[in-house]
């Protein structure tokens, strides 16, 4: 998959570098950070569909974002970031396309919850924020810091 100068994108699941998408979900994501590291490892590898920035001259990646599907024609968004030295390329743009502009998901129905980007998302179609479904159930109370 191309990406913007000097990036690449890419689906492969094996690429995926577990390090740093368990770093950033557990330390500067803001929905994620009550997940255990096992949580991730689980999530990355049970996703339907995971896509990874990657700086070209390294190798090392840079954003993430993964999907939950049933493969027909639904799919879910979810820890879609990339880290901060390495935005305003424009690949948060590169990830979202690729996960549900491009590939087997391109003519599903896709849903996001998210706090934040939502400019980011609009340019891929999604609708405006609508409060009830930013809105988290109830769930048991969240550690206060990250458990590994």
């Known amino acids: 998959m191309t990406g913007p100068i000097g990036y690449q994108i890419d689906d492969d699941p094996e690429r995926i570098d577990l390090d740093v998408v368990w ?11 009550w997940r255990t590291r096992l949580d991730v490892a689980a999530q990355v ?5 995971v896509v990874g920035a990657y700086d070209a001259g390294s190798g090392a990646q840079v954003g993430f974002a993964r999907a939950i599907s049933d493969g ?3 799919g879910y968004l979810a820890d879609v970031f990339v880290l901060e030295e390495h935005r305003g390329h424009g690949l948060g743009h590169a990830l979202v396309a690729a996960l549900i502009d491009e590939g087997p998901g391109a003519s599903f129905r896709w849903l996001l919850h998210t ?6 998302y609009a340019a891929h179609g999604f609708g405006a924020p609508d409060a009830t479904l930013l809105e988290r159930p109830a769930r048991p109370q969240e550690p206060s810091s990250p458990r590994t």
């Open 23 to 33: 770093e950033f979900l557990s330390t500067r994501a803001y929905w994620a950070r």
């Open 45 to 49: 590898a049970g996703a339907w569909r």
């Open 72 to 74: 027909v024609s639904l």
């Open 115 to 120: 706090a934040d980007a939502h400019g980011l």
